[in-house]
């Protein structure tokens, strides 16, 4: 079967306020478009691309359901999507559901539980987590498989083996952190407050501005000045990425691009968002109320241990080859030998 993806790129020559829309206002958005157009045989097609385009396609693939809110109804992109699918597949990958904890009553809306209840009667969803898959469940959903995110599958991609997960040394440290989009609480700030003085650069994914509990703070401030950087091309940002040794935050895109760059990272979980995904996959993570800014940063670099994740690697990764085989989509020939390559050593 042809696979077309929808997906809109970055292009290189475009204005700021141009590739802010391409990202959809996250660049960690462009960490998972690409693992999807670097893992699997697809082509992207535009949203808004004519019959004669969309005919050349047996199914399409969407990241639209990524970020599913409580009780929000159907969007734009997702009903233009869904029509330009028609009768054919229309193949979500990473369903995962935004709250702040666990919510076990998360309310779908009405008119999104019967959208996913017509997408599955023609193919298997791919869920990010155990709680995304039992709210699910929950409302009548039944054809899906937990894969996690997409994007973790790329390491043989850009790394030979796990050798740069079990013996590494402690020296220049990146760190990223939420949107700044509300007040940061006081232990925010006081995390904050911690990174800046321990890290020599700062991953910013989103485009608000600070703000905390005790109004401008004017270390912090120069700090993110002085040291962020925004990435709108995966190769820049894993260049960029190889000049630390350790990454530290709660940007799950952050510290995968980190990751993929050769760099352990330790996920700080702020919501059921990363907690389920450090979960599935087994990722060294540590709950954000539960750091300690007296610790120092030598401390948490030797606490991130990937022993875990190194066991259940190859398992998961089989299992997201299989949830695409169900779904009647290859796994591109680059992927398939790196993968066989880098299970060998």
């Not at 009405?110 to 193919?123: D, N, Q």
Request: aromatic content about 16%.
């Amino acid at each position: 079967m042809k696979t077309g993806f929808f997906a809109k790129t970055v292009k290189q020559y475009s204005s700021l306020e141009e590739k802010i829309e391409a990202v959809g206002w996250n660049t960690g958005n462009i960490v998972f478009t690409n693992s999807i157009i670097n893992l699997l045989e697809c082509e992207i097609v535009s949203e808004d691309a004519e019959e004669e385009t969309l005919s050349n396609f047996d199914q399409f693939i969407t990241t639209e359901l990524i970020w599913l809110r409580e009780n929000v109804q159907p969007w734009l992109s997702l009903t233009k999507q869904l029509e330009k699918a028609g009768d054919k597949p229309l193949v979500p990958i990473s369903i995962g559901l935004q709250s702040k904890y666990f919510k076990k009553d998360f309310c779908l809306h009405p008119e999104i539980i019967s959208i996913l209840k017509a997408m599955e009667e023609k193919t298997c969803f791919a869920v990010r987590g155990i709680y995304t898959y039992d709210i699910l469940y929950k409302n009548g959903i039944r054809n899906m498989e937990v894969i996690g995110c997409p994007s973790l599958y790329q390491i043989p991609l850009y790394q030979n083996s796990f050798d740069f997960l079990k013996d590494y040394k402690y020296g220049k440290a990146v760190s990223n952190f939420r949107t700044f989009d509300t007040d940061l609480t006081e232990k925010e700030y006081k995390v904050l407050k911690y990174l800046s003085k321990n890290c020599d650069g700062f991953v910013e994914q989103t485009f608000d501005y600070i703000q905390n509990i005790n109004g401008s703070d004017s270390e912090i401030d120069k700090w993110i000045e002085d040291s962020k950087s925004i990435y709108f091309d995966v190769d820049t940002w894993l260049l960029n990425s190889k000049k630390y040794n350790f990454s530290i935050g709660s940007r799950f895109h952050g510290n995968v691009m980190a990751i993929l760059s050769g760099v352990p990272a330790l996920f700080l979980a702020i919501d059921s968002r990363t907690k389920e995904m450090t979960n599935f996959f087994d990722l060294p993570s540590l709950e954000f109320e539960d750091f300690d800014e007296y610790r120092t940063m030598e401390y948490y670099r030797d606490s991130t241990n990937y022993d875990n994740f190194i066991k259940k690697y190859n398992y998961n990764t089989q299992n997201f080859i299989s949830y695409l085989s169900k779904c009647n989509i290859n796994i591109s020939e680059k992927y398939k030998e790196k993968f066989s390559n880098f299970l060998l050593k």
